[in-house]
């Protein structure tokens, strides 16, 4: 009867730490989702915010630039501004983000030095304004927890149509 009891305990010790090994590979599988989950979410916001603030870089960019070309610049179209957010080199190995803003105009502006896939329209004149710009804005970035060991770049693109 006493070797009996001893078996049943240890068939019962046996059962608890199978389903106790079990609970924890659960609990550490669902840990390691909501992580990956949250990392990637986190990391589509930042590009959503990176896209709006390039938007308003762009926009005050165009706003505050002579365009009559009066400081002799040479440059009275703004067509592009890039940017790379991050640690040193994270362009490359995708720890960090990178953006590209592209800058299209319509309306009488008086172009004079615009790529010709840079200026839409400029017949289009509005009475509140005489320049209405698109904005596209491109944020580049890769998934941090990516399994593979070179992930794909993810791009979120941003379009504003704003009157200037």
Excluded at 65 to 83: F, L
Excluded at 127 to 156: G, M, R
Aim: hydrophobic share 35%.
């Amino acid at each position: 009867m006493q070797t009996q009891r001893k078996a049943f305990s240890l068939l019962v010790a046996i059962s608890v730490i199978v389903i106790m090994a079990t609970v924890a590979m659960l609990v550490m599988n669902t840990t390691g989702k909501i992580t990956r989950g949250t990392t990637t979410q986190y990391q589509k916001e930042q590009a959503v915010l990176l896209a709006k603030s390039y938007t308003e870089l762009a926009i005050m960019s165009v706003m505050s630039n002579d365009r009559n070309n009066t400081y002799s610049s040479g440059n009275d179209c703004i067509e592009n501004i890039n940017g790379v957010i991050g640690p040193s080199g994270s362009s490359t190995n995708g720890e960090g983000y990178r953006v590209r803003t592209r800058i299209a105009y319509i309306g009488d502006n008086r172009f004079g030095t615009c790529s010709g896939t840079r200026v839409l329209s400029n017949s289009v004149v509005t009475p509140e304004s005489s320049l209405n710009i698109i904005v596209d804005v491109y944020v580049e970035y890769k998934e941090l927890d990516h399994p593979s060991a070179n992930p794909p770049w993810i791009t979120y693109h941003r379009r504003t149509l704003q009157k200037i």
